[in-house]
Each structure stands twice: as structure tokens, then as C-alpha cells.
């Protein structure tokens, strides 16, 4: 079984452009989560997605913003890019049946470079 | 709200010693609790998780965790470590009554097993 797949593994823009970030979660998975890895802050929840909603975000800015497909697949969107916003991002999936107790399945990350 | 602490920023170890890797958590609300583990160049793979019942819980790789409710701590140990255990360990919480499962995560802990 193909587990979480991101693309592209790793995006250079520079500060003001848009970036976008994919993600396919493991089949048969509908809720897909997006973490933020920066250097110094660790990792940050920033998005989560379920049945195509929005359900919760983190505490970031609006122009972190995605959507989540028929297919369940999501994007993640990064508008006004700027330095700090370089970081390793990580995708999530489950199966979204469980509740809060249920086992997130990552993917391998983008990691994202702006300059 | 939520917060993890993870005490040690990096554990240097020998090979075939025993670790601990230290977690407490603060939350005001019920948790279930949750240790990740991220090997060099890859995404979070789950190691162990607390839901319930016994507060010692176990994984196939030799790992194990202590949920302490009392002094909110949910340390890790493996009583022999080998140089594929090198990586870096995310302790995790997430609300039990939460839709969805967002989780909060520690700062992480570096272990480096040595020869």
C-alpha cells in the first residue's frame, strides 16, 4: 500500500511569490493534515482538512491557505512568501474515523527555500 | 490548550546502552499522548501511543513509554539502543474530546548512537 506521497521534495522561490504544495494521502484516508517543520520552532500544526473542509487551523496568517479535493488529495498555499516562511512541510493523513486517538501517517515533506 | 516539553535537546548514547528521553506535557483538558520518531531525510513515522488502559505501553522495536498522570510526563526508554535507533524523537499530545487530531508536538530530542 502507497503510503503518504508530497510534491515537488523541495521548492526555492523567492520573498513575495506564491507557492504551492501537494500532498496524496494514503488510499482510503479522508482527513489530510499539514504541519509546518521551521528551524527553531519546531513543528507547528497549521492546517486540517476532512471530507473537503476546512475543519481547524493553526496560528499562522491567511495567506496559508489550501483545500482538500474530491479524491481527498490537498493542496497547501503560501501567498506573499516570505524568509521565514522556509521550512520543512509535512503532510499528514488518517483515516478520519477515530477521533483525536487516531494515528497520523506522514509523508516525506517539501522543503520549501525562499529567497 | 496544550504544551510539550521535551527536556533534552539531544542525547548522545552508546551503542547497546539504555536511553530515556524525557517528555512532560501541560494541557487543561484530557489528552492522549503520542511518540514519533524522524529518521534522517524522512517524514514522521509513529513509534507508540497512549490511549488507555495500561500506562505502559510498548512497540515492536524494543521501545517503551510510561504515562504518568500525575507528573504529567510520558518519557520514552529503550533499555539497548543500536545505531539505527539515530534520530530524532517528537513527543506528541492531542485533545481526547478534539474532533479530528490535531497534535502538538515537543521541540524534539537528537539521539546519536555511537559506536
Known amino acids: 500500500e502507497a503510503g503518504v506521497t508530497q510534491s515537488p521534495t523541495h521548492l526555492i522561490k523567492t520573498r513575495g511569490q506564491q507557492a504551492t504544495l501537494r500532498c496524496s494521502p494514503i488510499?482510503?484516508?479522508?482527513?489530510v493534515y499539514w504541519y509546518q517543520q521551521a528551524l527553531g520552532l519546531g513543528l507547528q500544526f497549521l492546517l486540517w482538512y476532512d471530507e473537503g473542509e476546512e475543519r481547524n487551523r493553526g496560528n499562522f496568517p491567511p495567506r496559508f491557505s489550501g483545500r482538500q479535493f474530491p479524491n481527498y488529495s490537498s493542496e497547501l498555499n503560501v501567498n506573499a512568501l516570505e524568509l521565514e516562511d522556509s521550512a520543512l512541510y509535512l503532510c499528514?493523513?488518517?483515516?478520519?474515523?477515530?477521533?483525536?486517538?487516531?494515528?497520523?501517517?506522514f509523508g516525506p515533506g517539501t522543503r520549501l527555500l525562499v529567497l | 490548550a496544550q504544551s510539550v516539553t521535551q527536556l533534552d535537546s539531544q542525547v548522545p548514547v552508546f551503542e547497546e546502552a539504555p536511553v530515556e528521553l524525557r517528555c512532560n506535557y501541560s494541557s487543561s483538558v484530557s489528552v492522549y499522548l503520542f511518540w514519533y520518531v524522524q529518521y534522517p531525510n524522512q517524514g514522521l513515522q509513529l513509534l507508540l501511543k497512549?490511549?488507555?488502559?495500561?500506562?505502559l505501553v510498548e512497540s515492536i522495536n524494543g521501545f517503551e513509554a510510561e504515562f504518568n498522570k500525575s507528573q504529567t510526563s510520558f518519557h520514552l526508554r529503550k533499555p539497548s539502543v543500536h545505531i539505527s535507533d539515530t534520530a530524532e524523537y517528537f513527543c506528541?499530545?492531542?485533545?481526547?474530546?478534539?474532533?479530528?487530531?490535531?497534535?502538538?508536538f515537543g521541540g524534539g530530542t537528537r539521539v546519536l548512537v555511537k559506536p
Open positions: 506528541a499530545v492531542s485533545d481526547i474530546k478534539a474532533a479530528g487530531n490535531k497534535l502538538t
Open positions: 497512549y490511549l488507555s488502559g495500561s500506562t
Open positions: 488510499s482510503g484516508h479522508t482527513s
Open positions: 499528514a493523513s488518517s483515516a478520519g474515523t477515530s477521533g483525536s486517538g487516531e494515528t497520523q501517517y
